[in-house]
Nanobody
Framework: EVQLVESGGGLVQPGGSLRLSCAAS????????MSWVRQAPGKGLEWVSA????????YYADSVKGRFTISRDNAKNTLYLQLNSLKTEDTAMYYC??????????????WGQGTQVTVSS
């Protein structure tokens, strides 16, 4: 059974940082690209970042480029998202998603339950 379990969200002040984790199980983690996708209150899903299966190539939405960093540890079956210089508009539920390809093709067949990030003073 495929499982994706996010953690690391919380309440942080503007300008602060958080690191999100996504623990994966039930599939060969190192064979698939992964993404982070977020959903702000009352809004649709927004793709945030992706990483290829080996971890050597990363991709970012313009809204987070230069502030967020995606990474993965294939030995630990874990995906990460480092969030720096957080803004109020980053407030959202953050989901990790398993791609169907080894390079991002943005077709997701499994999602985690999400971790809430709230940026507020």
């Amino acid at each position: 059974e495929v499982q994706l379990v996010e953690s690391g969200g919380g309440l942080v002040q503007p300008g602060g940082s958080l690191r999100l984790s996504c623990a994966a199980s039930g599939f060969t983690f190192s064979s698939y690209a992964m993404s982070w996708v977020r959903q702000a209150p009352g809004k649709g899903l927004e793709w945030v970042s992706a990483i290829n299966s080996g971890g050597g190539s990363t991709y970012y939405a313009d809204s987070v480029k230069g502030r967020f960093t995606i990474s993965r540890d294939n030995a630990k079956n874990t995906l990460y998202l480092q969030l720096n210089s957080l803004k109020t508009e980053d407030t959202a539920m953050y989901y990790c998603a398993k791609d169907t390809c080894s390079w991002p093709c943005y077709e997701y067949n499994y999602w985690g339950q999400g971790t809430q990030v709230t940026v507020s003073s």
